[in-house]
């Protein structure tokens, strides 16, 4: 079983920047793919980003040049650097990976773009 908590999320004005966190449980962490999904109010849940073992990075096309995602295998963490936010931007932020047993998901972290 994997736990995932994220944390970080907040208001922030148009054209700033946030990082978003994810810890996650287990010791084979750094064998995880991760990745970032966001849901905007009435709208489905969308990828945002997506890291491999390898550090390999994928990002949609709604944060590609404006957000990057990390991770630290000694933290167990990966996270969501997000600058030049917009209005649009606004969601729900939510951590996710799998393994053999499953798909897991954290409780997610609200990221509220507003002047």
């Known amino acids: 079983q994997v736990q995932l908590v994220e944390s970080g999320g907040g208001l922030v004005q148009p054209g700033g920047s946030l990082t978003i966190s994810c810890a996650a449980s287990g010791s084979i962490f750094s064998t995880y793919t991760m990745a970032w999904y966001r849901q905007a109010p009435g709208k489905q849940r969308e990828l945002v980003a997506s890291?491999?073992?390898?550090?390999?990075?994928y990002y949609a096309a709604t944060g590609k040049g404006r957000f990057t995602i990390s991770r630290d295998n000694a933290k167990n963490t990966v996270y969501l650097q997000m600058n030049s936010l917009k209005p649009e931007d606004t969601a729900v932020y939510y951590c996710?990976?799998?393994?053999?047993?499953?798909?897991?998901w954290g409780q997610g972290t609200q990221v509220t773009v507003s002047s």
């Open positions: 996710r990976t799998q393994d053999a047993r499953g798909i897991y």
């Open positions: 890291i491999s073992s390898t550090d390999n990075a």
